[in-house]
């Protein structure tokens, strides 16, 4: 059985930082396309990373939302199914539920939360101006 368990959220002041992670189990996942996703209250969930391999290429690709680029870094550990999005700089606007993901979107559906299979239940990040 396929599961994404995430942690990390918590309380953060703005302008700190915070690490999120994501556990996979059931299956190996370097195949996969992993990411994450959010939810603010009252908003609909939007993307925030993703990361992908491209073709034949060995390496991966990776992908933010305008919103995130250049403040959050998404990486993975294959060797330990676990994927992780280090965060710095936060503002009270990245205040939602941080959900992981993995599936494998074309590369036009990176970005789309329909191009994933599988769900974390989500951690909560707040941060407080």
């Known amino acids: 059985q396929v599961q994404l368990v995430e942690s990390g959220g918590q309380l953060v002041q703005a302008g700190g930082s915070l690490r999120l992670s994501c556990a996979a189990s059931g299956r190996t996942f370097s195949g996969d396309a992993m990411g994450w996703f959010r939810q603010a209250p009252g908003k609909e969930r939007e993307f925030v990373a993703a990361s992908r391999r491209n073709g034949g290429n060995p390496n991966y690709s990776t992908y933010y939302a305008d919103s995130v680029r250049g403040r959050f870094t998404i990486s993975r550990d294959n060797a330990n199914n676990m994927v992780y999005l280090q965060t710095m700089s936060l503002n009270p606007a990245d205040t939602a539920v941080y959900y992981c993901?993995?599936?494998?979107?074309?590369?036009?559906?990176?970005?789309?939360?329909?191009?994933?299979?599988?769900w974390g239940q989500g951690t909560q990040v707040t941060v407080s101006s």
């Open positions: 993901v993995a599936g494998s979107p074309p590369i036009w559906m990176v970005t789309s939360s329909t191009g994933y299979d599988y």
